[in-house]
């Protein structure tokens, strides 16, 4: 859908905003908006007239609403309740945090209040907050507010800071117009997300079913099944064997030497194996290796400290690994990624789990001694090659399924901003479509 341009324009007198229609102003925000900034709220009553009230924080302020999952409570004077207590429809703006993130309160929460992370903009004289919010959204991603809060620095997006964003004023009937159209086109947008968004929950859960079916079943439905006697296995085919995983790997512990240069590996429970640099930007940075476990590819990491939560897999890689890690080597024919497969896709964490030591879930660890007596199907090499070949080439088809489903989100959501600032700023002129639906 296309939408025509207002016949004139004139320049803004903002550098960053360009041309504004010509009948449009452009001044600050608290030439139609108030701003007030919440204060440090008392944890103890110190009055017979305060109330325990509930109150809002930066985290609270999301752009699809504010969460009130985690919602904290205050003791709040008499003045303090008259001059911080939310109306339905006011605009509140994190002024710490994430500095900036708007949205619009809908009075979820009976005499609700807000401390001093948080901004209330109410409107005066007219003026739209449903706009209002859109513009932040729009300053939001062009980067004007972290520029002007200073982000290198610990940012705060003050009441003073909000009073002197400048804003576009359109006429108060067009104000509530653009908001209406970017409400009415922004619910589609996101219920074409939320499709895409399904649409990756359900293969992801394909693709577990598709694995978690595989390695306990094989390739051939016809093929005649046993019990394995083993309740989260249940039957397998009846040409596999069963062995404990003593039997199928062995545990190794081969310090690295001194002043190697080998490649630092770690295990992830939703990668697998990964060399450490590729995250050390994220700060998971190793002083030094020596001492470190030496890994030959094919041998499969275990970490004993998340592998209830899947840290368990296969190396594709030689290198060394944290000692806090267990290195297992294959001891009899095997492919091993078909164990990586088993382990990993979340049919055995109940049993990794139960085997774990510790005293809470953060502290559990599943050693070898414990994990090596765990009993594992165990079809021949070859058919366990033809499983992997055919996993990987499954796998394969869904990840790019997903990887589709992830780019019409992408262009979902840059649509969604495009058509949001277009609006806002003036360069789509959507008069035209409010007036034929009001006729």
Same mark, same amino acid.
């Given at each position: 859908?296309?939408?025509?341009?207002?016949?004139?324009?004139?320049?803004?007198?903002?550098?960053?905003?360009?041309?504004?229609?010509?009948?449009?102003?452009?001044?600050?925000?608290?030439?139609?908006?108030?701003?007030?900034?919440?204060?440090?709220?008392?944890?103890?009553?110190?009055?017979?007239?305060?109330?325990?009230?509930?109150?809002?924080?930066?985290?609270?302020?999301?752009?699809?609403?504010?969460?009130?999952?985690?919602?904290?409570?205050?003791?709040?004077?008499?003045?303090?309740?008259?001059?911080?207590?939310?109306e339905?429809?006011?605009?509140?703006?994190?002024?710490?945090?994430?500095?900036?993130?708007?949205?619009?309160?809908?009075a979820?929460?009976?005499?609700?209040?807000?401390?001093?992370?948080?901004?209330?903009?109410?409107?005066?004289?007219?003026?739209?907050?449903?706009?209002?919010?859109?513009?932040?959204?729009?300053?939001?991603?062009?980067?004007?507010?972290?520029?002007?809060?200073?982000?290198?620095?610990?940012?705060?997006?003050?009441?003073?800071?909000?009073?002197?964003?400048?804003?576009?004023?359109?006429?108060?009937?067009?104000?509530?117009?653009?908001?209406?159209?970017?409400?009415?086109e922004?619910?589609?947008?996101?219920?074409?997300?939320?499709?895409?968004?399904?649409?990756?929950?359900?293969?992801?859960?394909?693709?577990?079913?598709?694995?978690?079916?595989?390695?306990?079943?094989?390739?051939?439905?016809?093929?005649?099944?046993?019990?394995?006697?083993?309740?989260?296995?249940?039957?397998?085919?009846?040409?596999?064997?069963?062995?404990?995983t003593?039997? +199928?790997?062995? @545990? #190794?512990?081969?310090?690295? *030497?001194?002043?190697?240069?080998? &490649?630092?590996? %770690?295990?992830?429970?939703?990668?697998?194996?990964?060399?450490?640099?590729?995250?050390?930007?994220?700060?998971?940075?190793?002083?030094?290796?020596?001492?470190?476990?030496?890994?030959?590819?094919?041998?499969?990491i275990?970490?004993?400290?998340?592998?209830?939560?899947?840290?368990?897999g296969?190396?594709?890689?030689?290198?060394?690994?944290?000692?806090?890690?267990?290195?297992?080597?294959?001891?009899m024919?095997?492919?091993?990624r078909?164990?990586?497969?088993?382990?990993?896709?979340?049919?055995?964490?109940?049993?990794?789990?139960?085997?774990?030591?510790?005293?809470?879930?953060?502290?559990?660890?599943?050693?070898?001694?414990? +994990?090596?007596? @765990? #009993?594992?199907?165990?079809? *021949?090499?070859?058919?366990?090659? &033809?499983?992997? %070949?055919?996993l990987?080439?499954?796998?394969?088809?869904?990840?790019?399924?997903?990887?589709?489903?992830?780019?019409?989100?992408?262009?979902?959501?840059?649509?969604?901003?495009?058509?949001i600032?277009?609006?806002?700023?003036?360069?789509?002129?959507?008069?035209?479509?409010?007036?034929?639906?009001?006729?």
């Amino acid at each position: 859908m296309s939408f025509p341009r207002y016949p004139k324009y004139k320049d803004s007198g903002v550098e960053w905003l360009g041309e504004v229609p010509e009948h449009w102003g452009v001044t600050a925000l608290k030439r139609g908006y108030s701003v007030t900034l919440g204060k440090m709220l008392q944890p103890e009553s110190s009055s017979p007239d305060d109330q325990l009230l509930p109150y809002l924080r930066a985290a609270n302020i999301q752009w699809e609403g504010v969460d009130t999952t985690d919602i904290k409570q205050m003791w709040l004077s008499k003045r303090d309740r008259a001059q911080l207590r939310l109306e339905r429809g006011d605009l509140l703006v994190s002024e710490g945090g994430d500095v900036g993130r708007s949205c619009l309160w809908a009075a979820e929460l009976d005499d609700c209040c807000f401390q001093n992370s948080v901004n209330r903009v109410r409107a005066r004289d007219g003026h739209s907050n449903r706009y209002l919010c859109y513009w932040m959204s729009t300053i939001k991603d062009k980067g004007y507010i972290d520029v002007l809060c200073n982000k290198s620095t610990i940012a705060h997006f003050t009441a003073e800071k909000v009073a002197a964003v400048p804003v576009p004023f359109p006429t108060t009937t067009e104000q509530t117009q653009i908001a209406e159209f970017l409400d009415r086109e922004t619910r589609k947008i996101d219920e074409l997300v939320a499709e895409q968004r399904r649409l990756m929950e359900l293969l992801k859960e394909k693709r577990q079913a598709v694995i978690s079916h595989t390695v306990t079943r094989g390739l051939n439905p016809a093929a005649p099944l046993k019990p394995s006697g083993i309740e989260w296995l249940g039957n397998v085919p009846a040409h596999w064997e069963l062995k404990a995983t003593k039997r +199928l790997f062995r @545990l #190794v512990i081969e310090p690295a *030497p001194d002043d190697n240069d080998h &490649e630092l590996l %770690s295990i992830y429970t939703e990668i697998g194996v990964r060399p450490r640099k590729s995250l050390e930007a994220k700060g998971n940075k190793a002083t030094t290796t020596d001492g470190y476990w030496m890994v030959q590819k094919g041998d499969l990491i275990v970490n004993k400290l998340l592998a209830w939560m899947g840290a368990i897999g296969v190396s594709d890689y030689d290198g060394v690994t944290s000692p806090a890690y267990d290195i297992l080597r294959q001891r009899m024919p095997l492919e091993p990624r078909f164990y990586d497969f088993l382990f990993r896709c979340g049919i055995c964490f109940s049993e990794f789990r139960r085997y774990s030591r510790g005293i809470m879930d953060m502290r559990l660890r599943l050693y070898f001694d414990e +994990l090596g007596q @765990l #009993v594992m199907p165990y079809p *021949p090499p070859e058919e366990q090659k &033809e499983i992997v %070949s055919f996993l990987q080439g499954e796998l394969a088809r869904f990840d790019t399924l997903t990887a589709e489903a992830q780019r019409a989100i992408d262009l979902l959501q840059e649509r969604r901003t495009a058509l949001i600032s277009a609006a806002v700023t003036g360069q789509m002129d959507v008069r035209p479509l409010a007036e034929r639906k009001a006729a």
